[in-house]
């Protein structure tokens, strides 16, 4: 049921005749889908989940501003955008730069899976929900000037009108086409070459083999067999350490000076995150007599080989849902 369904049902003209705990029911429906919005427009799960919460704040604040000339829905867009816009124009001074994104952080498949989802009859739609939430992507959203990118999520993810975006945004349509058109040649710009050819998934029975063969040579620790599953432009980071390494070679090497051979016991627990496939590594503590969380790796694959390895620290596992820690006795 929708919330402009359920305005309906409360018999009420307006919001501004809704009670604070009936306008949170409401508000509280499209929390998911607004939080994925503000983590597309920001890189960072944290900010995202401050940013609703300041939506739904705004919105209560405001609510007798809502004249249904739009859907609840979008009028809850409209604040979030703006609320992400306002945080973007105050925001670390630290930009994107070139690959790398130092706020990045990961988002649990788990929770968009609370997102609706989309009919068995739109499968572009389906995909564009997919690859618009990929690292590569969020990425390469991150270089865009704040308004160019919200014209660019609005537009092409969200399939609002230009003239909706341009109202939403103080601009003329002419403007927001003009927008558009920089942030798509932006986007051109960072993402990967094979884009449009990406086509696997958790699911592809070529890439559950690729991530069991990464798995197995990370946990032996065989720098070699790695090596082997990279592709010679293979691009890797670590946000929020500085730094990313591009080409085999590069990596290889760092990771031999980094000491990824004398690591001690490994165990592993494959996963999912941003709906690409990952990695979660744990390292044996003597201490705790126990696996404890070591790092996370996000992989991209294209074409038979890992193309990027985004890689979180030990702190994101419990936004993750994975386990704190894994028993000695269990199978390495």
Same mark, same amino acid.
Request: hydrophobic share 40%; aromatic share 6%.
């Given at each position: 049921?929708?919330?402009?369904?359920?305005?309906?049902?409360?018999?009420?003209?307006?919001?501004?005749?809704?009670?604070?705990?009936?306008?949170s029911?409401?508000?509280?429906?499209?929390?998911?889908?607004?939080?994925?919005?503000?983590?597309?427009?920001?890189?960072?799960?944290?900010?995202?989940?401050?940013?609703?919460?300041?939506?739904?704040?705004?919105?209560?604040r405001?609510?007798?501003?809502?004249?249904?000339?739009?859907?609840?829905?979008?009028?809850?867009y409209?604040?979030?955008?703006?609320?992400?816009?306002?945080?973007?124009a105050k925001?670390?001074?630290?930009?994107?730069?070139?690959?790398?994104?130092?706020?990045?952080?990961?988002?649990?498949?788990?929770?968009?899976?609370?997102?609706?989802?989309?009919?068995?009859?739109?499968?572009?739609? $389906?995909?564009?929900?997919?690859?618009?939430?990929?690292?590569?992507?969020?990425?390469? $959203?991150?270089?865009?000037?704040?308004?160019?990118?919200?014209?660019?999520?609005?537009?092409?993810?969200?399939d609002?009108?230009?003239?909706?975006?341009a109202?939403?945004?103080?601009?003329?349509?002419?403007?927001?086409?003009?927008?558009?058109?920089?942030?798509?040649?932006?986007?051109?710009?960072?993402?990967?070459?094979?884009?449009q050819?990406?086509?696997?998934?958790?699911?592809?029975?070529?890439?559950?083999?690729?991530?069991?063969?990464?798995?197995?040579?990370?946990?032996?620790?065989?720098?070699?067999?790695?090596?082997?599953?990279?592709r010679?432009?293979?691009?890797?980071s670590?946000?929020?350490?500085?730094?990313?390494?591009?080409?085999?070679?590069?990596v290889?090497?760092?990771?031999?000076?980094?000491?990824?051979?004398?690591l001690?016991?490994?165990?592993?627990?494959?996963?999912?995150?941003?709906?690409?496939?990952?990695?979660?590594?744990?390292?044996?503590?003597?201490?705790?007599?126990?696996?404890?969380?070591?790092?996370?790796?996000?992989?991209?694959?294209?074409?038979?080989?890992?193309?990027?390895i985004?890689?979180?620290?030990?702190?994101?596992?419990?936004?993750?849902?994975?386990?704190?820690?894994?028993?000695?006795?269990?199978?390495?």
């Open positions: 049921m929708s919330a402009d369904t359920r305005l309906k049902e409360l018999g009420v003209s307006g919001l501004g005749e809704v009670d604070e705990p009936a306008f029911g409401l508000a509280q429906r499209h929390r998911r889908e607004l939080h994925v919005h503000c983590y597309r427009m920001l890189g960072s799960f944290e900010d995202a989940e401050d940013t609703v919460q300041e939506t739904f704040l705004r919105a209560w405001r609510r007798e501003t809502f004249e249904g000339r739009s859907t609840f829905r979008a009028w809850l409209r604040i979030a955008t703006n609320a992400c816009l306002d945080l973007l925001r670390r001074p630290e930009p994107a730069t070139g690959g790398e994104v130092r706020w990045l952080q990961p988002y649990p498949d788990r929770l968009l899976d609370e997102l609706p989802a989309g009919g068995a009859d739109e499968p572009e739609a $389906v995909a564009v929900a997919r690859e618009t939430i990929e690292l590569a992507y969020l990425i390469a $959203v991150q270089h865009l000037a704040p308004r160019p990118r919200a014209a660019l999520i609005l537009r092409d993810v969200l609002w009108p230009a003239k909706d975006v109202e939403l945004l103080g601009d003329s349509v002419n403007s927001v086409n003009s927008a558009l058109q920089r942030a798509r040649a932006g986007m051109r710009e960072h993402l990967p070459a094979e884009r050819d990406w086509t696997g998934g958790a699911e592809d029975a070529g890439t559950r083999e690729l991530v069991r063969r990464f798995t197995e040579a990370s946990v032996a620790k065989d720098v070699d067999r790695l090596a082997a599953l990279l010679d432009d293979v691009r890797c670590m946000p929020p350490t500085p730094g990313l390494h591009v080409g085999r070679d590069v290889v090497s760092g990771w031999v000076e980094d000491g990824f051979a004398d001690g016991r490994l165990r592993a627990v494959p996963t999912s995150v941003n709906r690409q496939p990952a990695v979660a590594f744990y390292l044996w503590r003597e201490q705790e007599d126990a696996y404890l969380p070591l790092t996370i790796d996000v992989l991209r694959i294209t074409g038979g080989a890992i193309t990027e985004v890689t979180f620290h030990d702190d994101q596992f419990p936004r993750l849902g994975l386990p704190e820690r894994l028993p000695a006795n269990g199978a390495e």
